[in-house]
């Protein structure tokens, strides 16, 4: 199946894909409480959307895919750091990165993106998600791969001016990865990609383009670790659950903190108000948002020095 969630009169609901049109589920559920009902609750979908109420795809109104419990995001594609930091360190190699990110910042698929206040290096991010189905704790890969539900796009917008302030202290990304999370269109699930799985990894083509002109683009077989290795190391000591959204990190030519580091000299500048980043993924469909500006600053005092040094 491909899900999403729309918005309508009777307020967001949970639509399936058929064929040139979106079949929609009574108002009330959401995707993530369809995700948490599990097996049956999907197969509940699936029949009831045979007869209900019909939306053509070119008349939707997508509205935020789901309101995930928690998102992960990753550092999977070698070419994107080795990019950036020049090269790669052996002590990569032995475990997959991640940070966590904020469930409330989920953008609908073509909404407009605001601007966070006080940033002139505004970057997309150009990922893949993969949600999970249903709990599980200390998951081997191969359990693992049995709790994906899905995936769908990700693109995980990204403040490079705090990022560098932030990255000087020992505390992982803050504000810098803390507005904008964009998901969808659909959440594919995973029976629909299994003549895309190279050698146990998903292989999908990838591509972004900033006003029209492609950027960047790789293939998620490049991953380092397949998604059945994340949701496991995410569950490792914990558990995951229904919902939980995990992206593959950026991939290779995935940002343009990467192009201005490799062709400085021909690369787009950093995003501005009126600009319009377009994400596809094959079989996962697209994403397009137009930046717009953001509020104004919320002025925070400095904070007080408590430690006095001699004169």
């Known amino acids: 199946m491909r899900l999403t969630t729309l918005r309508t009169p009777a307020g967001r609901r949970v639509g399936v894909l058929d064929g040139d049109v ?11 409480d369809v995700i948490a009902g599990g097996e049956e609750s999907l197969a509940d979908v699936a029949r009831r959307v045979r007869t209900g109420d019909a939306v053509e795809v070119g008349d939707a109104a997508f509205g935020p895919l789901l309101a995930p ?93 705090l990022q560098v302030h932030e990255f000087k202290f020992p505390m992982g990304p803050s504000k810098s990865k803390d507005a904008a999370i964009t998901l969808g269109p659909w959440l594919v699930t995973a029976d629909e990609l299994a003549d895309h799985v190279d050698d146990g990894r998903l292989a999908l083509r990838t591509e972004v383009s900033l006003n029209g002109v492609r950027t960047g683009g790789d293939v998620t077989s490049n991953m380092a670790w397949s998604f059945a290795d994340l949701v496991a190391y995410a569950s490792r000591g914990t558990v995951v659950r229904p919902g939980d959204v995990m992206g593959s990190g950026t991939c290779g030519t995935g940002c343009l903190a990467e ?19 377009r994400i596809e993924v094959e079989e996962l469909g697209f994403i397009e948002n137009r930046l717009v500006p953001g509020p104004a600053p919320v002025e925070i005092p400095a904070g007080r020095r408590r430690i006095r040094t001699e004169a």
Do not use: M
């Open 22 to 32: 979106i079949r929609l589920l009574d108002a009330g559920p959401t995707l993530q």
């Open 259 to 277: 192009i201005r580091r490799t062709d400085p000299d021909n690369a787009p500048g950093w995003l501005a108000p009126g600009d319009v980043v």
């Open 69 to 161: 419990p928690s998102v992960r995001d990753f550092l999977t594609y070698e070419a994107h750091l080795a990019e950036l930091a020049g090269s790669v360190p052996d002590e990569w190699y032995e475990k997959p990165l991640f940070y966590f990110s904020n469930p409330a910042s989920i953008t609908g698929p073509y909404d407009d993106v605001r601007i966070p206040p006080l940033v002139t290096q505004l970057d997309y991010e150009l990922e893949v998600g993969v949600v999970v189905g249903r709990a599980g704790s200390d998951l081997t890969p191969a359990q693992a791969a049995d709790h994906i539900l899905g995936y769908t796009i990700f693109n995980d917008w990204s403040a490079r001016d």
